[in-house]
């Protein structure tokens, strides 16, 4: 087996990918997000972009997704497509016994059958079984969950194979169970605590939190209780303990003047649905040891990484693997989802030829990733005279499905998420995610914190009636100011501005004349109730190991090139990207790599253990200057728009501070006495841009054009490479380039000088064309800081109006109207397209969709969106809703990811507001017509 | 036991497309995505649920919008469709001069994100501009009209607005799929 370095195997993962003709109208384009892109024509109308880097080939239908590639469309590959089909278990009780081919004719057995008998034989494994779960379920052992994979057919024609899948689709004969199981008692996948005590004012020191102390890790190995027993004098978790029960018992026995409630709220199993089924096309090449991959993924670095230990411990060759992220989308469901690895399986049992693995709707909703259902209860203690809030206690129980993936760290967040906008002088949060035999839950939007925000503005709602303070009032009095810490006792970045959407919302005609508009609705509408329902959250960004790599580069005739980790999943990171250029370079991006998985200019490694590594671990590593502690992270988490703009505008800064500065400067000092600069006191912080040309003070005007030109002529520095890293603060470091002291919020450098650089310079650049900057020092955020969990946030209020047939329980939403803070937007267009995607999604939640986790469930493979209810435009009030962005305070506050926050005050804003309409407080989601009509019979 | 087969030809895009050999029961999806390589039409669901494989079948009546995923090919023998990939104006070598109009309001208005549901939407929208030609509407029915027309489509990134703000502004800027009287111009806010 060949040995290969990173680098060397993924270097050639942006090949190019060119058309093919099938008819003579058009040409079959594949315009996956890797290849290199210019600039789409016409883009730019007075300084302002007219539409998505990604529009034209979207809007006409090319081939962007990895679901429209065939192997014809591939250079270099086989014209021959061979299909695969992924069987999975659709019941658990009893033991697999194999695939059962008699119920299929001899011309539709399969060209190559994959079992797990197979695999073990060639030494094929899961890369990080615990994570994923196992490759494949062995003959003879009782399926762990529903939907596991238990075999692989392949079919080299299309032909066959979609007549073998028509045999076996559907079919309970397809697999072959024997004895039936026990179904066994399954350890949960993890467990967590977070207790904080405040201090007497939220300023003062807090007495006890996770940021200054410690979390609290559940272990299930032990006795009756999971949690550590209670020792004021003990250790850290120990006295988490005893503040946790000393919280406890004075909610049992509160003082006088405090009234405390209870609330519970249970949220429902979701598939996110996202449009383009799991999928992929794959080939391997055994003669030269060559795994070529097409796959829609959020994670394609992990994807990759993955891919190359599992083939490499394996009797396969490998000596290649090159990944081709396709445009694609996902809300989670393709973050690290574990499709691409029964891709590249399929390639390798493909005989040489490719294989391409498409789920159908069923598959996919039988196997991919679904949203935790979480039952959360929650003791809220308040003070009967100011409505403040004093303590609170709250216990989640997640649903984790078939396999860990990523459910203990869901559960954290919603733990953590759960207090929203408000402030608690203490609390006690716990969650426990359990293992079942549901299909896994994972990564959806929200990312738990759907589930646990919601739970409180409902809770928030019943208190405001009980104590009757109006429900926005009792928000505003209970808000998290800034500079109070939140429940992990972290003080969160910049100022907390939920309450301006608060102002807004009590202020609009929707909520001020709702008593008015309900009594005269309901007089117009017999048989309908009318109600108004507001909720208020904010949610964090970012993923705690936030990690970007970006290179800039200008060249001779005056354009700039970009290579970036930023992969697209809709969300129109790409082309938000592209404009992050302009602050500093006065110029949008001209050429961009997306989706870029190899940085020879930037020779770094790392064992991508941010939220595990030891204090003195991180010390030691970090004195390597080619160490970071993450390479990038996936695209989700609503990460792009704050933590990849942040590379980007590092690398624009630095390219401009080193390279297109010192150009200007070479022109403003030309000639005696300093040139037309030497009167003048010239500052660097007096630059800015206009009409794309770079003006100081009363210095000549100079195109960017020029300055490009100049700065190859004379060698200055032409194109930088950076990575970041953000553990809830960014790593900082220092430089020195060329004798000139660097620093910034990044925490590795490569620079390339222009074409004019003299020959020792020219070869220090022997790192994909540039030299890397060793650092000379280096900041990380303490490994302590990952208890933070959150300290970005981004807000959502949004009100909601609707009706209720009282015969049907039918919910009608009349409008909504939402406000949102965000910094400043780089695309407002996308911007408002987030929140009127995100609340769509949202009403979904509240209102239609749901999935039974067993037996009946998604994991049986016949589920469909014939019975799985999605909103629909009539479903969202479009023509009806309002989203209000206010505005950011300095041209420099920095934009906010918003992806997922504005999906979720809706969800709580339609119970708040079918509560108003019928009287009665659901707990439930979704509330269907049914439920509904059910309570109010 | 091996398959019945059909000898299918249909017009696609405007040109003429077999005969082809294919199983009789092979939906026109697959038969666009597998055998003609056109993969601009998507597949959602396979139910004629979600409408990602929107098409337009253009019959005598008028254009219709079909979903080919469960549209049969032996219906759509000697049928002519237009996928997405027939709706801009392409050159010899198939880049794209310029888009449809309805192609030309969803990009400006921001309509899509993903874009996986965009060529059903394109379908819908396109053939909901052609029957007005035929039959205007009235000014203020514009905006039923178009989420009648659009409903079936599912999107889920979206919301919808801006699809049906860019089919509104399609509608109501061109001349002659209205009645009433004509502003100046309308436009989305």
């Given at each position: 087996m060949v040995q290969l370095s990173r680098r060397g195997f993924l270097k050639s993962a942006a090949s190019s990918i060119v058309a093919v003709h099938v008819i003579p109208l058009h040409k079959a384009l594949a315009e996956l997000q890797s290849a290199p892109q210019h600039q789409p024509p016409n883009w730019i109308r007075d300084g302002k972009i007219r539409f998505r880097q990604d529009g034209i080939p979207k809007v006409t239908g090319n081939k962007v997704f990895a679901i429209d590639i065939r192997a014809r469309d591939m250079p270099g590959w086989p014209d021959t497509q061979s299909h695969a089909l992924l069987l999975r278990a659709d019941r658990a009780d009893r033991r697999f016994e194999g695939v059962n081919l008699a119920v299929l004719p001899e011309d539709l057995r399969p060209d190559a059958l994959v079992t797990d008998a197979e695999v073990q034989r060639d030494n094929v494994s899961m890369t990080e079984e615990d994570f994923y779960g196992r490759l494949l379920l062995p003959a003879g052992e009782a399926p762990r969950y529903l939907g596991q994979p238990v075999a692989l057919l392949?079919?080299?024609?299309?032909?066959?194979?979609?007549?073998?899948?028509?045999?076996?689709?559907?079919?309970?004969?397809?697999?072959?169970?024997?004895?039936?199981?026990?179904?066994?008692?399954?350890?949960?996948?993890?467990?967590?605590?977070?207790?904080?005590?405040?201090?007497?004012?939220?300023?003062?020191?807090?007495?006890?939190?996770?940021?200054?102390?410690?979390?609290?890790?559940?272990?299930?190995?032990?006795?009756?209780?999971?949690?550590?027993?209670?020792?004021?004098?003990?250790?850290?978790?120990?006295?988490?303990?005893?503040?946790?029960?000393?919280?406890?018992?004075?909610?049992?026995?509160?003082?006088?003047?405090?009234?405390?409630?209870?609330?519970?709220?249970?949220?429902?199993?979701?598939?996110?649905?996202?449009?383009?089924?799991?999928?992929?096309?794959?080939?391997?090449?055994?003669?030269?040891?060559?795994?070529?991959?097409?796959?829609?993924?959020?994670?394609?670095?992990?994807?990759?990484?993955?891919?190359?230990?599992?083939?490499?411990?394996?009797?396969?060759?490998?000596?290649?693997?090159?990944?081709?992220?396709?445009?694609?989308?996902?809300?989670?469901?393709?973050?690290?989802?574990?499709?691409?690895?029964?891709?590249?399986?399929?390639?390798?049992?493909?005989?040489?030829?490719?294989?391409?693995?498409?789920?159908?709707?069923?598959?996919?909703?039988?196997?991919?990733?679904?949203?935790?259902?979480?039952?959360?209860?929650?003791?809220?203690?308040?003070?009967?005279?100011?409505?403040?809030?004093?303590?609170?206690?709250?216990?989640?129980r997640a649903n984790g499905g078939g396999t860990k993936n990523f459910s203990p760290s869901v559960g954290q967040v919603a733990a953590t998420a759960l207090q929203g906008i408000h402030y608690f002088p203490k609390s006690d949060l716990s969650v426990q995610v359990d293992a079942s035999r549901a299909p896994n839950a994972a990564s959806m939007r929200g990312y738990g914190t759907l589930q646990s925000m919601v739970a409180f503005e409902l809770l928030v709602d019943e208190v405001a009636g009980d104590l009757g303070i109006d429900p926005i009032e009792l928000r505003r009095r209970n808000l998290m100011h800034s500079g109070?810490?939140?429940?992990?006792?972290?003080?969160?970045?910049?100022?907390?501005?939920?309450?301006e959407l608060l102002d807004a919302a009590q202020a609009d005609p929707l909520w001020t004349g709702r008593a008015e508009r309900k009594q005269q609705f309901e007089s117009d509408n017999p048989g309908y109730r009318y109600g108004v329902g507001v909720s208020c959250v904010q949610k964090d960004y970012g993923t705690g190991a936030e990690a970007a790599?970006?290179?800039?580069?200008?060249?001779?005739?005056?354009?700039?090139?970009?290579?970036?980790?930023?992969?697209?999943?809709?969300?129109?990171?790409?082309?938000?990207?592209?404009?992050?250029?302009?602050?500093?370079?006065?110029?949008?991006?001209?050429?961009?790599?997306?989706?870029?998985?190899?940085?020879?200019?930037?020779?770094?490694?790392?064992?991508?253990?941010p939220y595990t590594i030891s204090q003195e671990d991180q010390d030691r590593r970090a004195q390597d200057p080619h160490w970071v502690p993450r390479i990038t992270s996936p695209r989700s988490a609503s990460n792009s728009a704050y933590y990849f703009s942040h590379a980007t505008t590092e690398a624009a800064r630095l390219l401009f501070e080193l390279g297109l500065w010192q150009a200007a400067l070479s022109f403003w000092q030309e000639g005696i006495g300093g040139g037309q600069a030497g009167p003048l006191a010239v500052r660097r912080d007096e630059a800015e841009w206009r009409d794309g040309h770079l003006v100081a003070g009363a210095l000549q005007p100079l195109p960017f054009a020029d300055l490009a030109r100049r700065a190859h002529?004379?060698?200055?520095?032409?194109?930088?490479?950076?990575?970041?890293?953000?553990?809830?603060?960014?790593?900082?470091?220092?430089?020195?380039?060329?004798?000139?002291?660097?620093?910034?919020?990044?925490?590795?450098?490569?620079?390339?000088?222009?074409?004019?650089?003299?020959?020792?310079?020219?070869?220090?650049?022997?790192?994909?064309g540039y030299a890397f900057q060793p650092r000379r020092q280096v900041e990380y955020p303490p490994v302590q800081r990952n208890n933070a969990s959150v300290v970005y946030y981004a807000p959502v209020a949004t009100m909601v109006e609707l009706s209720v047939n009282t015969g049907s329980g039918e919910v009608q939403i009349l409008s909504h109207k939402s406000w949102m803070e965000c910094g400043n937007m780089i695309v407002p267009e996308l911007v408002s397209g987030q929140l009127q995607g995100g609340i769509a999604m949202g009403i979904g939640h509240a209102l239609y969709e749901e999935l039974p986790l067993y037996e009946d469930g998604p994991g049986n493979g016949t589920w469909n969106f014939n019975r799985y209810r999605l909103p629909r435009a009539r479903d969202v009030a479009v023509w009806s809703q309002q989203g209000e962005v206010i505005a950011p305070l300095s041209a420099t506050d920095p934009p906010k990811g918003i992806a997922e926050v504005v999906m979720i005050p809706v969800v709580s804003a339609i119970c708040n507001a079918v509560h108003d309409a019928t009287g009665k407080r659901f707990h439930e989601t979704p509330l269907t017509a049914e439920r509904i009509k059910e309570v109010l019979a | 036991m091996s398959e019945r087969m059909l000898s299918v030809t249909m017009q696609i895009n405007g040109e003429k497309v077999g005969p082809a050999d294919l199983p009789e029961d092979l939906m026109l999806l697959e038969y666009l995505q597998e055998y003609l390589n056109l993969t601009g039409t998507r597949y959602g669901c396979g139910q004629g649920v979600c409408h990602a494989c929107a098409v337009i079948h253009d019959a005598p009546g008028g254009p219709e919008v079909v979903p080919a995923c469960i549209t049969g090919?032996?219906?759509?023998?000697?049928?002519?469709?237009?996928?997405?990939?027939?709706?801009?104006?392409?050159?010899?070598?198939?880049?794209?001069?310029?888009?449809?109009?309805?192609?030309?309001?969803?990009?400006?208005?921001?309509?899509?994100?993903?874009?996986?549901?965009?060529?059903?939407?394109?379908?819908?929208?396109?053939?909901?501009?052609?029957?007005?030609?035929?039959?205007?509407?009235?000014?203020?029915?514009?905006?039923?009209?178009?989420?009648?027309?659009?409903?079936?489509?599912?999107?889920?990134?979206?919301?919808?607005?801006?699809?049906?703000?860019?089919?509104?502004?399609?509608?109501?800027?061109t001349p002659g799929l209205t009645t009433g009287q004509v502003a100046s111009r309308d436009t989305a806010t």
């Open positions: 392949i079919y080299h024609d299309y032909a066959r194979f979609r007549r073998a899948r028509r045999r076996l689709q559907f079919n309970p004969d397809a697999l072959k169970y024997g004895d039936p199981v026990k179904l066994p008692d399954l350890a949960p996948y993890g467990g967590a605590r977070y207790v904080r005590i405040g201090g007497d004012t939220p300023d003062a020191p807090d007495r006890f939190s996770p940021l200054a102390d410690t979390t609290v890790f559940a272990n299930f190995d032990q006795g009756n209780s999971p949690w550590p027993p209670a020792d004021p004098d003990g250790d850290a978790g120990a006295r988490a303990m005893a503040h946790a029960a000393a919280l406890r018992e004075e909610l049992q026995n509160p003082p006088d003047g405090w009234s405390v409630y209870k609330g519970r709220y249970r949220s429902q199993y979701v598939d996110p649905a996202a449009l383009e089924p799991d999928n992929g096309n794959a080939w391997y090449d055994p003669d030269k040891g060559a795994l070529h991959i097409v796959v829609g993924t959020q994670s394609p670095f992990t994807n990759a990484d993955h891919i190359e230990k599992m083939v490499k411990r394996s009797r396969f060759d490998l000596s290649e693997l090159r990944l081709h992220p396709g445009y694609t989308v996902g809300y989670g469901q393709k973050e690290h989802h574990v499709l691409p690895y029964y891709v590249a399986l399929a390639a390798l049992y493909g005989e040489g030829r490719p294989v391409r693995l498409a789920l159908d709707r069923y598959s996919h909703f039988q196997g991919a990733i679904k949203r935790h259902p979480i039952d959360t209860e929650m003791t809220l203690a308040v003070e009967r005279e100011t409505g403040l809030f004093q303590s609170l206690a709250a216990d989640l109070m810490k939140n429940t992990q006792g972290a003080i969160p970045a910049g100022t907390m501005r939920a309450g790599l970006v290179q800039l580069e200008i060249t001779p005739d005056g354009e700039l090139h970009m290579r970036h980790v930023a992969s697209e999943i809709g969300c129109g990171s790409t082309t938000s990207q592209m404009l992050m250029t302009q602050r500093h370079l006065g110029r949008y991006a001209d050429r961009v790599d997306f989706a870029v998985t190899d940085w020879p200019s930037l020779p770094l490694h790392s064992r991508d253990q002529e004379r060698g200055l520095i032409t194109g930088v490479t950076v990575h970041t890293f953000n553990r809830w603060a960014w790593a900082t470091a220092e430089f020195e380039v060329d004798g000139t002291p660097v620093s910034g919020a990044i925490d590795a450098l490569s620079v390339k000088w222009g074409e004019g650089a003299d020959a020792a310079k020219k070869a220090r650049m022997s790192d994909g | 090919v032996a219906w759509a023998n000697g049928r002519s469709f237009r996928t997405v990939e027939g709706h801009a104006t392409r050159d010899i070598d198939g880049n794209v001069t310029q888009l449809s109009a309805v192609q030309q309001a969803f990009l400006d208005h921001f309509s899509f994100q993903c874009s996986y549901c965009t060529p059903g939407f394109v379908a819908a929208a396109t053939a909901l501009v052609e029957r007005l030609q035929s039959a205007p509407v009235a000014r203020e029915d514009v905006e039923d009209v178009v989420l009648e027309a659009l409903n079936d489509n599912i999107c889920r990134c979206t919301g919808y607005v801006r699809y049906l703000e860019a089919t509104r502004d399609v509608i109501l800027n």
